[in-house]
């Protein structure tokens, strides 16, 4: 037969001493039952109730000693499996530990034989290190040379953009000189272009003349120092036209044989041809007679003297000739002007034509100026006069003077190869 758990038994017990007792308060207090008769069976009643908790608790305490003795069978059980555990644990570990024992052996054989292969491996390795190293250092030595290489090439480029620099500066300044040289070209081709046109103009003239004129001789030569074809031919065109007999020519040589076979040719007369020098006065005479002309032309030899405007000629300048005398202001503070000496012309008048080509410009500023002043009071109404080189400013100032002095003339430019102006009074 089950019985009842110790709990339940004692809670039961409890409520039924609990039950008795109220009913026996309850049934005292009706006066149903005899206060004294209810103490007792209360008494009794607990009584009771104490001994089935009594045997509650003992049961309890039995209980709780089983399970206890119980507990203990088991885990004293546990205990012999653990201890039969152990015991094949050790076996298995004594096992393991002979052949982990075993394979530690052979694993150190393994091992001292890779570290043997190692070892060489790795004095190998230190070979081949030693190589690399060395290999480093060569070409370490070689960075260091193309380090002093490189310096080189530096300063082989520091003087190349040098050279560069100077290369291109000459060439700047070869390119400026070719602009001169170019500007110049242009200025040598214009040169070239006037004096073509000149030198035809000249050879033109030259070809009238020698149409005009038939020398007996070799003729001297034109241009340069002596009268070129253009103006020659203007004044032999005045004496075709007008039939010029007296010409004056100041300055002796090539003019006075043209002009000389002019007047033989157009309606005679006679050519006065100053010279200051008598070396070039005798050259003209010889060509002169070389010409078959000393009827037609006479050289006079007409030393410079000074010569002061609207004065007498002072006398002979005593210098060499060439040489530059007094200028247009004499030692008394007058003008004065180196010229032929003007004896030479004492038998001269009526002239009809002026040639004015010296005497040289290096004998005074204004060398020519005293030709007019001087000839024109001995010229006919109607003559010409012929100032040469008008191209030259000291030519060109003697021109303009004489026309600002002598209103009564008409002066006009002719355009030759040196410059010249033609002069002539005014018709009244
Ligand atoms: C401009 S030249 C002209 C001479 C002249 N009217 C003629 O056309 O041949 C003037 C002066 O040059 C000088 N002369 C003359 N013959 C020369 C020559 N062969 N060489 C250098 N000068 C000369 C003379 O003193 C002359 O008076």
Same mark, same amino acid.
């Given at each position: 037969?089950?019985?009842?758990?110790?709990? +339940?038994l004692?809670?039961?017990?409890?409520?039924?001493?609990?039950v008795?007792?109220?009913?026996?308060?309850?049934?005292?207090?009706?006066?149903?039952v005899?206060?004294?008769?209810?103490?007792?069976l209360?008494?009794?009643?607990?009584?009771?109730?104490?001994?089935?908790?009594?045997?509650?608790?003992?049961?309890?305490?039995?209980?709780?000693?089983? #399970?206890?003795?119980?507990?203990?069978?088991?885990?004293?059980?546990?205990?012999?499996?653990?201890?039969?555990?152990?015991?094949?644990?050790?076996?298995?570990?004594?096992?393991?530990?002979g052949?982990?024992?075993?394979?530690?052996?052979r694993?150190? #054989?393994?091992?001292?034989?890779?570290?043997?292969?190692d070892?060489?491996?790795l004095?190998?390795q230190?070979?081949?290190?030693?190589?690399?190293?060395?290999?480093?250092?060569?070409v370490?030595a070689?960075?260091?040379?193309?380090?002093?290489?490189?310096?080189?090439?530096?300063k082989?480029? %520091?003087? %190349?953009?040098?050279?560069?620099?100077?290369?291109?500066?000459?060439?700047?300044?070869?390119?400026?000189r070719?602009?001169?040289?170019?500007?110049?070209? #242009?200025?040598?081709?214009?040169?070239?272009?006037?004096?073509?046109? %000149?030198n035809?103009?000249q050879?033109?003239?030259?070809?009238?003349l020698?149409? +005009?004129?038939?020398?007996?001789?070799?003729?001297?030569?034109?241009?340069?120092?002596?009268?070129?074809?253009? /103006?020659?031919?203007?004044?032999?065109? =005045?004496?075709?036209?007008?039939?010029?007999?007296?010409?004056v020519?100041?300055?002796?040589?090539?003019?006075?044989i043209?002009?000389?076979?002019?007047?033989?040719?157009?309606?005679?007369? =006679?050519?006065?041809?100053?010279? %200051?020098?008598?070396?070039?006065?005798?050259?003209?005479?010889?060509? /002169?007679?070389?010409h078959?002309?000393?009827?037609? /032309?006479e050289?006079?030899?007409?030393?410079?003297?000074?010569?002061?405007?609207?004065?007498?000629?002072?006398g #002979?300048?005593?210098?060499e000739?060439g040489?530059?005398?007094?200028?247009?202001?004499?030692p008394?503070?007058?003008?004065?002007?180196?010229?032929?000496?003007?004896?030479?012309?004492?038998?001269v008048?009526?002239?009809?034509?002026v040639?004015?080509?010296?005497?040289?410009?290096?004998?005074?500023?204004?060398?020519?100026?005293?030709?007019?002043?001087?000839?024109?009071?001995?010229?006919?109404?109607?003559?010409?006069?012929?100032?040469?080189?008008?191209?030259?400013?000291?030519?060109?100032?003697v021109?303009?003077?004489?026309l600002?002095?002598?209103?009564?003339?008409?002066?006009?430019?002719?355009?030759?190869?040196?410059?010249?102006m033609?002069?002539?009074?005014?018709?009244?």
């Open positions: 037969m089950r019985t009842l758990p110790p709990r +339940l004692l809670i039961i017990s409890a409520a039924f001493a609990g008795v007792m109220i009913t026996l308060v309850l049934l005292s207090a009706a006066g149903a005899d206060p004294i008769a209810a103490a007792q209360a008494v009794s009643v607990l009584t009771l109730a104490a001994a089935a908790v009594i045997v509650a608790a003992v049961r309890r305490t039995d209980g709780k000693a089983l #399970r206890i003795d119980a507990r203990t069978k088991r885990e004293e059980a546990a205990l012999t499996r653990a201890e039969h555990g152990l015991a094949q644990l050790a076996a298995t570990l004594d096992g393991l530990t052949r982990l024992e075993e394979a530690g052996l694993q150190s #054989r393994v091992v001292l034989a890779a570290l043997g292969e070892r060489m491996e004095t190998a230190a070979e081949r290190l030693s190589q690399l190293a060395s290999a480093v250092s060569r370490d070689t960075v260091r040379e193309s380090a002093g290489d490189l310096e080189d090439l530096r082989l480029r %520091h003087d %190349h953009e040098q050279l560069a620099r100077t290369v291109l500066s000459a060439v700047r300044d070869l390119d400026e070719l602009d001169t040289l170019g500007g110049a070209v #242009r200025d040598g081709q214009a040169d070239l272009a006037r004096s073509a046109r %000149h035809y103009a050879l033109e003239a030259l070809i009238d020698r149409a +005009l004129l038939q020398p007996r001789a070799p003729l001297p030569r034109l241009r340069g120092w002596a009268a070129s074809p253009d /103006v020659l031919r203007l004044l032999i065109e =005045r004496i075709a036209v007008d039939r010029a007999k007296i010409i020519e100041c300055g002796s040589g090539s003019s006075s043209w002009l000389g076979y002019a007047v033989q040719q157009f309606g005679g007369g =006679r050519v006065v041809a100053l010279e %200051h020098d008598e070396r070039f006065a005798e050259a003209s005479r010889d060509l /002169v007679l070389a078959g002309l000393q009827d037609v /032309v050289v006079r030899h007409a030393p410079l003297a000074s010569w002061t405007p609207g004065g007498q000629a002072a #002979r300048t005593g210098e000739p040489t530059p005398q007094e200028g247009p202001t004499g008394d503070g007058g003008e004065t002007f180196p010229w032929y000496d003007t004896s030479a012309l004492d038998d008048t009526g002239i009809d034509l040639f004015v080509d010296g005497p040289p410009g290096n004998t005074a500023p204004l060398a020519r100026y005293p030709a007019l002043p001087v000839l024109l009071p001995r010229c006919a109404d109607e003559a010409w006069f012929v100032l040469d080189d008008t191209d030259r400013p000291a030519e060109r100032e021109a303009d003077r004489w600002r002095e002598h209103p009564e003339l008409t002066g006009a430019a002719y355009p030759a190869e040196k410059g010249a033609v002069l002539r009074r005014n018709p009244r």
